[in-house]
């Protein structure tokens, strides 16, 4: 009885723990979606990872990046969280966002926890539901 106890207690603590990551994760991505909203690229710069801000070098290319690349980030009509799963010790949240037009789209955000929180890492588009035929 001991035993199933201290299983389960194990198990709320670490579902409270991906829940308090969930939460931090989400606010890291929301918190950049409205900085895109604002067209404050430099604002939406700090939340990428310090591998992607030196990759890009500059708010205004990650910008342009962001703008070409990613309207439906740039400006989603909807933004609704999906699972959000630990793989080889790398965090992922999967997110649909409903653009402008009505279309779908799922992403994968490959998070970083870094001194400053948490950071994204990469964007990976997917395939979105029902898009295939």
């Known amino acids: 009885m001991r035993t199933m106890l201290q299983a ?56 342009q990046m962001v703008t070409q690349g990613y309207p439906m980030v740039w400006r989603p009509a909807r933004v609704q969280y999906l699972d959000l799963r630990q793989e080889g010790g790398v965090w992922w949240q999967r997110v649909m966002i409903t653009d402008q037009k009505g279309a779908f789209h799922v992403l994968e955000y490959r998070m970083e926890q870094t001194d400053a929180g948490w950071r994204i890492s990469g964007v990976q588009i997917l395939d979105a539901p029902g898009a295939a035929v």
């Open 8 to 63: 389960a207690a194990f198990c709320l603590a670490g579902t409270a723990s991906a829940f308090g990551q969930g939460a931090e994760i989400t606010d890291t991505i929301n918190r950049q979606f409205e900085a895109f909203k604002a067209d404050d690229f430099a604002t939406a710069f700090d939340f990428a990872s310090p591998t992607l801000q030196r990759f890009f070098q500059t708010p205004e290319n990650f910008g």
